[in-house]
């Protein structure tokens, strides 16, 4: 691969781990992990598995397997994780903050 292909390659990967990260996110690691850093790596680790397992299989033309689409997929996974890394982390800052709904009963005890 040239160059140019190269890089297209990894935007297209750091798109592909993007989206099936947040379909994976959405549809299982919400309900599985309490911990939304926890949920966001693992949706992230499950789609760069996903996508460079399908690439690889796809691509390799008279072999079984094509291990190149590890890296391509990898380098993007590793900047697509950084970023919900630091989502998960506001997120987990917002939980621990006290609600101001009137009708939160937990935010209300210290009014008692």
């Known amino acids: 691969m040239n160059i140019a292909a190269t890089v297209g390659a990894m935007l297209g990967g750091a798109l592909a781990v993007g989206i099936l990260s947040f379909i994976l996110e959405k549809l299982i690691f919400q ?17 760069w598995a996903i996508a460079s397992t399908i690439w690889g299989f ?32 506001a997120l987990r800052e917002l939980q621990d903050e006290p609600s101001l709904h009137p009708f939160d ?3 209300a005890k210290p009014f008692e």
């Open 31 to 47: 309900r599985i992990n309490d911990d939304p850093v926890a949920g966001k790596l693992n949706s992230v680790i499950a789609a």
């Open 58 to 89: 796809n691509s390799g033309h008279w072999h079984s397997f094509n291990p190149n689409g590890l890296w391509i997929y990898g380098i993007p996974a590793i900047f697509v994780g950084m970023y919900a890394h630091s989502r998960g982390m």
């Open 105 to 107: 009963t937990e935010a």
